[in-house]
């Protein structure tokens, strides 16, 4: 079973507020990830990190940004939700070259 | 860039028969393949993964073959039950050592009882 953990799982909020989705794990991890999941399914890699004070922007151009203080800590924040926003974001962890596991998720709805 | 193609994105089968789901890769340099399994409301879980220096892999029920030369590379369940109905992605390290998958489109497969 994976330690990794997303907070809220579910967030509904209206244009124009901020937000900062959180991923935590507890495995030690250097490497973690934070995807886009569209209602059709496909996973977008939209930030990763490859350790502490290390962020880089994934393939997928998103207005969200992250940061990495803490080897356990990824937060996600987005200054101004906007309905395109509306997605489900996944958060991932993986020491080096061994599995990578994923969060639950946060399904985020902007109205 | 590398891409990743999954076929077929649904697929229905009789509890009892087998399913295959294929993946195409473009970057002959890709050496691991992992395949996740998604329920719903969860995030994906890895259930079998091979390396570029194995041409089969086999965990009970669930076995991944790799054709390097053809760039593909397909998950087979065998006996389908009810509880494997899900999202099934493939996915390849891209570029190698870079710490990075690109995922394939998902595959919904429902396992008819």
């Known amino acids: 079973e994976a330690d990794i953990y997303q907070t809220p799982r579910y967030l509904v909020i209206g244009t124009g507020k901020k937000i900062t989705l959180e991923c935590s794990q507890t495995m030690g991890h250097d490497k973690m990830y934070w995807y886009q999941q569209d209602p059709g399914m496909e996973l977008h890699l939209i930030h990763y990190?490859?350790?502490?004070?290390?962020?880089e922007k994934g393939d997928l151009s998103s207005e969200s940004t992250v940061s990495r203080i803490r080897t356990e800590h990824f937060p996600l924040t987005l200054e101004s939700a906007r309905p395109s926003h509306t997605s489900q974001y996944l958060c991932a962890s993986r020491a080096g070259q061994r599995e990578q596991f994923f969060g639950p998720g946060t399904r985020l709805t902007v109205l | 860039g590398e891409n990743v193609e999954q076929h077929p994105s649904t697929l229905s089968v009789q509890e009892g028969d087998s399913a295959v789901i294929k993946c195409t890769y473009s970057?002959?340099?890709?050496?691991?393949f992992p395949w996740y399994k998604q329920e719903l409301g969860k995030g994906p879980q890895l259930i079998i993964d091979?390396?570029?220096?194995?041409g089969e892999k086999k965990d009970q029920r669930i076995a991944v073959t790799l054709n390097k030369t053809a760039k593909h590379f397909s998950l087979h369940i065998t006996e389908t039950q009810p509880e494997d109905s899900a999202v099934y992605f493939c996915?390849?390290?891209?570029?190698?050592?870079?710490?990075?998958?690109?995922f394939g489109t998902g595959t919904r497969l429902k396992v008819l009882a």
């Open positions: 990190s490859y350790g502490v004070n290390s962020t």
């Open positions: 996915a390849a390290s891209n570029p190698p050592g870079t710490y990075k998958y690109i």
């Open positions: 091979i390396r570029s220096n194995v």
């Open positions: 970057d002959s340099a890709s050496n691991y």
